[in-house]
């Protein structure tokens, strides 16, 4: 049984390598009379994605699967960008905390609205994503000025003082929620 299995394995590797060598030669008869391979197919169809094909998966990746993508026009902006990341990354532990530093990275998936949430939910989250504000915190200032053009329109009011201006969330009341 066993010399019959090696000998028609031998036979079989034949044929594979036969037909291997009729491929290549039908390529090279092809590539010869100047009718494009399945692999010069491919690569023109690779080059051809369209710009919105790009964006749709751009704002995928951003939306479903949180990732941050950055373009660069060549290898070498890709490299800078990447020794630039890096570098940030590697001194952080030795930085002093500051609040803008943190945020980026503090927000992520932090007070994230319901796909049916909401403009108050909504905008609750929002203030969850600056640094240091807690949802007891948002929800108060949520209370107090319900929309963000709420908030808005008393910063931009010239009949405010400044002085006022600067400490209005500091009188706000958090409650335990």
């Known amino acids: 049984g066993r010399g019959r299995g090696r000998g028609s394995g031998s036979q079989q590797d034949g044929k594979e390598d036969e037909e291997e060598a ?4 039908r390529e090279e008869q092809t590539e010869a009379a100047g009718v494009a391979t ?3 197919l491919m690569e023109q169809r690779r080059l051809r ?14 939306i479903n699967a949180h990732v941050h993508v ?4 060549n290898s070498a902006e890709t490299a800078e960008f990447l020794l630039r990341l890096t ?3 590697a001194s952080a532990p030795y930085k002093k905390e500051n609040s803008f530093d943190t945020f980026c990275a503090e927000a992520l998936g932090k007070g994230r609205p319901a796909r049916n949430a909401s403009l108050s939910e909504v905008w609750t989250a929002q203030l969850q994503q600056i640094h240091k504000v807690s949802q007891p915190i948002a929800c108060a200032i949520s209370d107090k000025y319900p929309t963000f053009y709420s908030l808005l ?9 400044q002085r006022e201006k600067e400490l209005l969330l500091a009188d706000i009341t958090v409650a335990a929620r």
């Open 22 to 25: 009729e491929g290549r030669e």
């Open 87 to 89: 570098t940030a990354i």
């Open 38 to 40: 399945a692999g010069e």
């Open 70 to 73: 950055r373009c660069t026009a």
């Open 153 to 161: 329109k008393v910063y931009l009011d010239d009949k405010v003082p």
């Open 49 to 62: 994605v369209r710009k919105t094909d790009t964006d749709s998966g751009i704002v995928w990746l951003q």
